[in-house]
Nanobody, 134 residues
Framework: QLQFVESGGGSVQPGGSLRLSCAAS????????IGWFRQAPGKSYEGISCISSTDGSTYDRDSVKGRFTISRDNAKNTYYLEMNSLKPEDTAVYYCAAGRPDKRVAGYVHVFRLCALGEYGGSWGQGTQVTVSS
């Protein structure tokens, strides 16, 4: 079963940057897309950046567009989230999640389903804490 280990979180001041890593064990190709989710204190989970497992299509939530970038290193089976211009409202626990297998749809559909609709499949990692505060 696909599993994730997230790392790279920490405490930064507003305007700072962090790079999160998500190491996957097992093949991600069958899952359509891999994405980053977050849960802020007292709030529900939200998908923020997702990337297709096949064609590289990406989806970013409006609140992080232009500031966050998702990428992957296929050789290392690792996904990254580059976060710049961090704001206090970015404070949350960040998790990796996989989309649901469906070979009938294109990559842009997979990333939308995962990030916008929250249609994830399988288990999540333990998460990594990001705190943005002055």
């Amino acid at each position: 079963q696909l599993q994730f280990v997230e790392s790279g979180g920490g405490s930064v001041q507003p305007g700072g940057s962090l790079r999160l890593s998500c190491a996957a064990s097992g093949s991600t190709l069958d899952y359509g897309a891999i994405g980053w989710f977050r849960q802020a204190p007292g709030k529900s989970y939200e998908g923020i950046s997702c990337i297709s497992s096949t064609d590289g299509s990406t989806y970013d939530r409006d609140s992080v567009k232009g500031r966050f970038t998702i990428s992957r290193d296929n050789a290392k089976n690792t996904y990254y989230l580059e976060m710049n211009s961090l704001k206090p409202e970015d404070t949350a626990v960040y998790y990796c999640a996989a989309g649901r297998p469906d070979k009938r749809v294109a990559g842009y559909v997979h990333v939308f389903r995962l990030c916008a609709l929250g249609e994830y499949g399988g288990s999540w990692g333990q998460g990594t804490q990001v705190t943005v505060s002055s």
